[in-house]
């Protein structure tokens, strides 16, 4: 987004900016009583889903730590935070550290434990591991889900400012373009005449 800030200071309605605070406080002043519903809506939608998938990870995350260290046998709490999340995806997939080290051994790396009493883990059974293993995806699919929340946050602002850039003086001309880019990606081009 390229803008001229001497532009947007001379020239747009001061109700843009209350959008870009709490979208669709902008179009409230405007008298546009169905679109700024529109944006409340999703406004506090989209916080009832990030506060929701915050607490959701931290809850996920809690049940596996302490689940993971009653059946593995281990007290992840004493795990270095640095190498705790390796730690994780390490017990999530091998029985116990000796399966673990040995496999690291045959495939030539170096990433083994060498510490039994910090880092050995050792499940009860499998199907506990695999339980563990769907806590953890879940705690990371929420806290993925989390990120995206903070994302669509930033733009439901972006969106209301500029419908209340539109709203307030029809002199405007606004055109928009999406564009491929690399990565399966895409390039969205705003652009605001005055």
Request: hydrophobic share 35%; aromatic share 14%; with cysteine.
């Amino acid at each position: 987004i390229s803008i001229s800030y001497c532009q947007l200071l001379d020239k747009i309605d001061s109700n843009a900016y209350k959008s870009l605070l709490l979208p669709g406080l902008g179009e409230h002043s405007l008298n546009e009583n169905n679109r700024s519903k529109n944006f409340f809506i999703t406004e506090a939608c989209l916080w009832l889903s990030f506060f929701g998938s915050y607490y959701g990870n931290q809850w996920y995350t809690d049940n596996y730590m302490s689940f993971g260290s009653y059946h593995a046998n281990i007290n992840l709490n004493n795990i270095p935070s640095s190498q705790l999340s390796m730690l994780i995806v390490h017990m999530s997939q091998y029985d116990n550290m000796e399966v673990f080290n040995e496999t690291m051994d045959r495939q030539r790396r170096n990433n083994s434990y060498s510490d039994q009493s910090t880092y050995g883990w050792n499940w009860d059974n499998d199907e506990n591991r695999e339980t563990f293993n769907d806590l953890r995806i879940k705690s990371s699919n929420l806290k993925k889900f989390n990120n995206f929340t903070i994302s669509a946050l930033l733009i439901n602002r972006l969106v209301s400012f500029f419908n209340v850039v539109y709203l307030s003086d029809k002199k405007y001309k606004m055109s928009s373009s999406i564009y491929p880019s690399i990565d399966d990606g895409v390039i969205l081009n705003c652009n605001i005449n005055f």
